[in-house]
């Protein structure tokens, strides 16, 4: 393998330079006048290594910011203060799953991949509500047109009634009142009701 002296040339690539009236070819890349962005990589323009040496010397990676903005990418960890999708706490997901549930972690990873599945499907099928929140608005008796305010009133009342505390100490209903709460909790963050 040939390794050129200069990092960055391409050679053969019949482009002249684009430093106005220099008659050689452009072997090195420079940023050009559109920025890289949404819709593409941006512009580059092209030079001869003298005119890439004036271009460098003359660039200012820093033009146009204040002191504060210039020690703010200055900082050794510039740019990974913001937050994307794949490195937040729940990668886009709702919330950690409950590791006691499962036996195998790679369970839990599943169940939520497939709960998110579901959820796509019902909102590329126009339904309000995936599978399982369908299961939770019928362990708390309501329509699927219900409302965030019924879904609160209908909780509310449910505890109310199945709660020891309330109903003389009667032990029997506390299934029904775990039910009651995990279909609570999964409807309060359902996309349907936010």
């Not at 040496?53 to 200012?60: E, H, Q, S, T, V």
């Not at 036996?103 to 497939?114: S, W």
């Not at 965030?148 to 109903?167: A, E, F, G, I, K």
Request: proline share 7%; charged share 30%.
């Amino acid at each position: 393998m040939v390794h050129d002296r200069f990092h960055g040339r391409v050679r053969g690539a019949a482009r002249p330079c684009d430093w106005p009236g220099c008659p050689e070819q452009g072997e090195f890349r420079a940023p050009g006048i559109r920025a890289p962005g949404f819709d593409g990589p941006g512009d580059y323009r092209w030079f001869c290594l003298d005119h890439i040496r004036a271009f460098n010397a003359g660039y200012d990676y820093f033009a146009g910011m204040d002191r504060d903005e210039i020690l703010a990418a200055q900082h050794p960890v510039a740019g990974w203060e913001r937050e994307n999708r794949a490195f937040s706490p729940t990668a886009g997901i709702d919330e950690a799953p409950r590791w006691a549930d499962h036996a195998d972690p790679l369970e839990a990873i599943a169940r939520r991949a497939k709960a998110r599945a579901s959820e796509k499907r019902a909102e590329q099928h126009g339904h309000r509500f995936t599978p399982e929140e369908r299961r939770a608005l019928g362990v708390l008796g309501l329509s699927p047109d219900a409302d965030r305010r019924q879904l609160r009133s209908r909780y509310t009342d449910l505890v109310h009634r199945y709660h020891p505390d309330r109903n003389g100490g009667d032990r029997r209903e506390e299934a029904r009142l775990q039910a009651v709460v995990e279909a609570y909790q999964l409807l309060r963050k359902a996309a349907a009701f936010s």
